[in-house]
């Protein structure tokens, strides 16, 4: 064997050792720090349980107050149709209408049922009955749905009282609903989770740990060794690749076995979408580290321009459509965005590669585009 | 001696370059955008229509649910394939098929059968759209009817009228909801997520050892480390009033000292919290993550984003342990409804608890040996 080739292969193995040893090393670091590796690994388990279970609008028991002066067939056969139902409970009889805003500023009641006077009398005769829905509006949208609920109740019973059977001219209504049939939340929440979960590990985690090489000082002693520079960055970021794929995993199987949501499309343009996904972030955090040197700032900057944004901004909590303009624009540079609704066209929708290939290009000109320029703004030297 | 560790604490705080500028900005930026953005009002739905009939009946169904407000209809498609395209590529959310023998089923059979199919990636958005649709077409058939009624016969049902009201937020806006929520929110994370950082920074600088041979008391220390964010926490509030005054014209119903007193006692006990979690963390980065484990958890369980009564009971039983929850309640009902402190004297009670607790916790959990 020629020398020259010798040492070249001399040098191949030296950077294939080294680069283990650095990877290795980064493992350890994590590895010994158990609590951050703990809280890293539940943080998926958690997101998914509150967003899968505390994240839900759904009616049920809500708390409703009644004043009823009239205390007649009428008023008391709705009364008992309310509190038949399983979205209502009866808690409370006022006897005052005065009572009826102290009621609300205690909380704890959501509908006040308020009948008029001589309310079967009227309703038999004269036609003025009438019925107030009384609905705590701090929280629209739930007041919307117990309104409604309420109202259906009580026309059904107008329907049973008039007997009007042989309605004509009707028109039935053959509700389909696509995709999420049962109206889960989890459905919407967890490419949402996925995209905030990887995000937050390989983005956070990575500018972090470098911060800390540099705050500490030990990130010059990296730097004299015989490693490339770029490798010593990459053996950071190896661990936190691992361990977002371990988290991606978590997500999925507790998503598909404790959510019930099935992964509907190809399994394959899923893990593909996520890889050039978490390539971006990994890239996200690595210019970051480049930038800062000191671990606070590293938080705060992950926090503010990524979580923030992340959370806000695409479509995780909020739906884009109804932000103004201004932010349905800046949503359209937040990586989790695009991450977002292609996993919902294949894990929800079921749709098939094709459907992917605009955000995969966003994505993939995205990953591009910022590690070139963590590339360009990498320092060798330290000041 | 409280004097002196407090002056060391405050010039810590004011010469970092961050921090003040991080108490100023973060409440008035976050008050000012997010009320904007947190919106889960459900509007704008776009809607797919596939009309196989082309009769006057169908459009004026057309016409009546495209005047409703509640529907953008974004394309007429020919067939049902096209139409579910669309609902693929997210361009329109409901579809309404009408099928080609819609009018003279109306009229002759008296009977006829349109199919409605929703995204529902989106359960609150698809569930709550398409009820909206069905609510129209009955509006849409009793039209059509009284019509009949009036042509034929002189038949009048006596009834009754139901009357919705909404109190404290009449029109429903969503982001009167979200300010007092977002108020909590910035507190939270500003008077905790700073003591969570600051005697576990502390020990990583290596200072904490300076003070541990000081014959400073445990509980003198700790209240050194609170009472800054005591008054960031007071800064933070006023802060916020200012931007829902200014921004928004939201001013609080109930009396402003009402919300100081409360804030007050959440944020000392909030604090604490942070304090016992940088006790126990041994770098920035654990006390950073224990932190955003525990928040997350608080808020989601706090009934900020969606009420508590909606949740599992035994998840209601487990939000009872969140102090967000009271935080939030009663930055709701003293912004919204004008409550005083009598009637909120429940959420009172477990705040001065909660107070006390993590306030204890931090205490005896601070160690001078290692």
């Known amino acids: 064997m020629k020398p020259i080739l010798l040492i070249e292969n001399w040098k191949l193995g030296i950077k294939k050792n080294t680069f283990l040893s650095f990877v290795r090393k980064e493992f350890r670091h994590i590895f010994r720090d158990t609590w951050t590796m703990v809280i890293l690994l539940l943080l998926p388990v958690l997101m998914l349980i509150l967003f899968g279970y505390a994240i839900t609008t759904e009616v049920k028991n809500s708390k409703i107050a009644i004043f009823d002066p009239s205390k007649d067939v009428a008023t008391e056969a709705i009364i008992r149709k309310l509190a038949a139902s399983q979205y209502f409970s009866v808690v409370k009889m006022l006897n005052s209408q005065t009572e009826i805003d102290e009621t609300f500023k205690k909380g704890g009641i959501n509908l006040i049922v308020v009948f008029n006077e001589n309310f079967n009398e009227n309703m038999m005769h004269t036609g003025t009955a009438q019925v107030q829905l009384i609905a705590d509006g701090s929280d629209p949208n739930s007041a919307k749905t117990i309104v409604g609920y309420a109202s259906n109740i009580i026309a059904a019973y107008q329907q049973e009282i008039f007997k009007i059977n042989n309605i004509p001219y009707q028109i039935n209504p053959e509700v389909k609903l696509l995709y999420n049939p049962q109206l889960k939340g989890a459905y919407n929440f967890v490419p949402g989770v996925m995209g905030m979960i990887l995000m937050l590990i390989c983005a956070m985690m990575t500018s972090i740990s470098i911060a800390r090489e540099k705050e500490m000082g030990t990130m010059e002693i990296l730097l004299v060794s015989p490693m490339k520079p770029i490798y010593i960055i990459l053996s950071k970021a190896a661990p936190y690749f691992v361990l977002s794929l371990v988290n991606l995993t978590t997500i999925l199987v507790l998503s598909v076995f404790m959510l019930g949501v099935p992964i509907a499309g190809s399994f394959v343009s899923l893990i593909v979408l996520s890889l050039v996904y978490i390539f971006v972030s990994l890239a996200l955090g690595l210019l970051i580290s480049s930038i800062v040197n000191s671990q606070l700032v590293a938080l705060l900057i992950s926090g503010m321009v990524l979580m923030l944004p992340v959370i806000m901004l695409s479509g995780l909590m909020f739906p884009i459509e109804n932000m103004p303009v201004f932010f349905q624009w800046i949503s359209q540079i937040i990586p989790a965005k695009w991450y977002i609704i292609g996993v919902k066209n294949i894990m929800i929708k079921g749709l098939g590669f094709s459907s992917i290939i605009n955000e995969l290009l966003v994505l993939g000109a995205m990953a591009v585009v910022l590690i070139g320029v963590s590339l360009k703004k990498f320092k060798i030297r330290l000041e | ?370």
Request: overall charge positive; charged content about 15%; aromatic content about 14%.
């Open chain 2, 1 to 370: 001696m409280l004097k002196y560790l407090l002056e060391k604490e405050f010039k810590q705080i004011l010469r970092n370059k961050f921090l003040p500028r991080m108490v100023f900005l973060m409440p008035f930026i976050a008050l000012s955008l997010f009320p904007l953005v947190a919106n889960f009002t459900i509007k704008n739905t776009n809607l797919s229509i596939v009309d196989n009939n082309h009769s006057p009946y169908s459009e004026r169904l057309v016409q009546k649910i495209c005047s409703s407000g509640y529907f953008r209809l974004t394309n007429v498609s020919s067939n049902y394939p096209d139409a579910l395209q669309s609902i693929e590529l997210d361009k329109a959310d409901v579809i309404l098929e009408i099928p080609p023998r819609f009018e003279e089923d109306l009229v002759k059979e008296r009977k006829a059968t349109v199919m409605i199919s929703a995204n529902t990636v989106n359960g609150m958005k698809g569930g709550l759209s398409s009820s909206y649709l069905v609510s129209i077409l009955t509006d849409f058939s009793a039209e059509v009817r009284s019509e009949w009624f009036q042509s034929n016969t002189r038949l009048s049902a006596p009834s009754m009228e139901i009357i919705p009201r909404y109190s404290f937020n009449p029109q429903l806006e969503y982001k009167f909801t979200m300010i007092p929520a977002i108020m909590m929110m910035m507190l939270s994370m500003i008077c905790g997520f700073l003591p969570a950082l600051n005697i576990v920074g502390e020990k990583e600088n290596g200072t904490i050892d300076q003070m541990n041979v000081t014959p400073v008391s445990k509980f003198t220390l700790i209240l050194s480390k609170l009472i800054p964010y005591w008054v960031i926490g007071f800064i933070v509030l006023t802060i916020c009033f200012f931007v829902a005054w200014a921004f928004y014209g939201l001013v609080s119903l109930g009396s402003y000292s009402t919300i100081y007193l409360f804030a007050a006692v959440f944020v000392l006990a909030y604090s604490g919290f942070g304090l016992v979690i940088s006790n126990y963390a041994k770098s920035i980065q654990q006390a950073m993550f224990m932190m955003f484990f525990f928040v997350i958890t608080f808020i989601f369980l706090s009934g900020l984003y969606t009420p508590v009564s909606s949740m599992p009971d035994w998840l209601q039983v487990f939000s009872r342990f969140s102090p967000l929850r009271y935080m939030v309640e009663v930055l709701r009902s003293v912004y919204l409804k004008g409550s005083n402190p009598i009637q909120l004297g429940g959420h009172f009670a477990a705040l001065c608890g909660f107070a006390i607790f993590f306030n204890g916790w931090a205490v005896l959990s601070y160690r001078k040996t290692q």
